[in-house]
């Protein structure tokens, strides 16, 4: 079982440069997350989505961008980068967003530089 | 600010001793879940709490779920060095936020 699927694992960009992150879940998840995990900071919550063409701004929205054109697939982009998006990213999915259904499963993040 | 407050955000105890960590918002959830993260992995769930005052035992880990749905404890008894990680708390309102985390590391 594949669960969720992050790609790429690493990555180094210059300031400037765009890039999008690919998220896939293979569980027929509703509910789709992007976060950001810096050190003493936890999970932020930067987009989500509850289902197909939907899409929502969490937390810390600004300078992403996301797109969620297929059920099982959610996107991260970033137009210009900056080095305050130095980061690990995570990508997460549930059933639902209430509930015992809530359970949230994770990819192995993104680990992003911006130099 | 974040919406859920984690404390202590850091515990270093020997191995065998109890300890507790606190997830305290001014929100009213939907449901909370304790997750544990090792490092270079995506946090993993622990428990799901629905009902306020639900109590949740899992081996030696006891989760409670405030009576008014604001806030959430975990107590680890007789802690093992497998144990160690960091624990987050998560609120399901119309997203899922995490508190910051509770960094936990049990000495042999």
């Known amino acids: 079982n594949a669960g969720v699927t992050q790609t790429p694992k690493f990555r180094v960009l210059k300031t400037g440069q765009s890039m999008t992150l690919l998220c896939a879940q293979d569980m027929n998840h509703e509910y789709m997350y992007w976060y950001r995990q810096d050190p003493g900071m936890g999970l932020r919550l930067i987009h989500y989505?509850?289902?197909?063409?939907?899409?929502a701004k969490g937390e810390v929205p600004d300078g992403y961008n996301v797109s969620r054109l297929k059920k099982q697939n959610f996107l991260l982009g970033l137009e210009s980068a900056a080095p305050s998006q130095t980061s690990v990213y995570f990508c997460?999915?549930?059933?639902?967003?209430?509930?015992?259904?809530?359970?949230?499963?994770f990819g192995q993040g993104t680990r992003l530089t911006v130099v | 600010t974040q919406l859920l407050e984690q404390s202590p955000q850091f515990l270093s105890i020997q191995e065998g001793e109890n300890l507790t960590v606190y997830c305290n918002s001014s929100?009213?959830?939907?449901?909370l879940q304790w997750y544990r993260q090792e490092p270079g992995e995506g946090p993993v769930l622990l428990v799901t709490?629905?009902?306020?005052?639900e109590v949740k035992k899992l081996k030696r880990l006891t989760f409670q779920f405030g009576d008014a749905r604001k806030d959430s404890s975990l107590h680890i008894t007789a802690a093992q060095p497998g144990d160690t990680g960091l624990y987050l708390c998560?609120?399901?309102?119309?997203?899922?936020?995490f508190g910051a985390g509770t960094r936990l590391t049990v000495k042999p």
């Open positions: 998560a609120g399901a309102f119309n997203d899922m936020r």
């Open positions: 709490v629905v009902t306020g005052g």
């Open positions: 989505s509850v289902g197909e063409g939907t899409t």
């Open positions: 997460a999915s549930s059933r639902a967003g209430t509930g015992v259904r809530t359970e949230a499963f």
């Open positions: 929100s009213v959830f939907s449901s």
